[in-house]
T-cell receptor, first 114, second 110 residues
Framework: DSGVTQTPKHLITATGQRVTLRCSPR?????VYWYQQSLDQGLQFLIQ???????AKGNILERFSAQQFPDLHSELNLSSLELGDSALYFC?????????????FGPGTRLTVL | DAKTTQPNSMESNEEEPVHLPCNHS???????IHWYRQLPSQGPEYVIH???SNVNNRMASLAIAEDRKSSTLILHRATLRDAAVYYC???????????FGQGTTLQVKP
């Protein structure tokens, strides 16, 4: 158990819908990261937050948005869902927000878009 | 972001050492070298990271070449539970983002 929690574990929805994925970081970790893992693209970095502020952005689609709240939990919002958005979404957290860190990954949310 | 090159797959026998190589020839001076692994049906798991000097922890050792263009992850005694995809990642600079490549699938034979 990494100490990072993600809800829900599974999500099944239809194209065009909007969903919210939630992540609670380890106690004391200030930085949260979101990653997407699909069969064809592998593990891709989406976005990083540090203490409530966006710190780095990857290939995150405009239909996707995220935020980190004052209690440090984070939400990833996916809208106008397409079949290709079906993937595992991982959240990770780290104490600091720089490269000299280990990241702790949650168990992931499996999103299926029908 | 620096790119890494790893073999697609490797095999090892149980209880023998495993050396997993990684090339990162475009690494910049401030980029750390990270290794993560992903067991089937789980999220990635941190293994080790370093900047210039060799590093050891309870899971593995990281040997970094003097010119920093390559590194080797060493598992001292492979177990069946070490069968996983191992990712070598360099870069991230002043952020913590991890840019994953395809990784090396390690198979451990009993």
């Amino acid at each position: 158990d990494s100490g990072v929690t993600q809800t829900p574990k599974h999500l099944i929805t239809a194209t065009g819908q909007r969903v919210t994925l939630r992540c609670s970081p380890r106690s004391g970790d200030l930085s949260v990261y979101w990653y997407q893992q699909s069969l064809d693209q592998g593990l891709q970095f989406l976005i990083q937050y540090y203490n409530g502020e966006e710190r780095a952005k990857g290939n995150i689609l405009e239909r996707f948005s995220a935020q980190q709240f004052p209690d440090l939990h984070s939400e990833l919002n996916l809208s106008s869902l397409e079949l290709g958005d079906s993937a595992l979404y991982f959240c990770a957290s780290s104490e600091r927000g720089n490269g000299n860190n280990e990241q702790f990954f949650g168990p992931g949310t499996r999103l299926t878009v029908l | 972001d620096a790119k890494t090159t790893q073999p697609n797959s490797m095999e090892s026998n149980e209880e023998e050492p495993v050396h997993l190589p990684c090339n990162h020839s475009t690494i910049s001076g401030t980029d750390y070298i990270h290794w993560y692994r992903q067991l089937p049906s789980q999220g990635p798991e941190y293994v080790i990271h370093g900047l210039t000097s060799n590093v050891n922890n309870r899971m593995a050792s990281l040997a970094i070449a003097e010119d920093r263009k390559s590194s080797t992850l060493i598992l001292h005694r492979a177990t069946l539970r070490d069968a996983a995809v191992y990712y070598c990642i360099s870069g991230s600079g002043n952020t913590g983002k991890l840019i994953f490549g395809q990784g090396t699938t390690l198979q451990v034979k009993p």
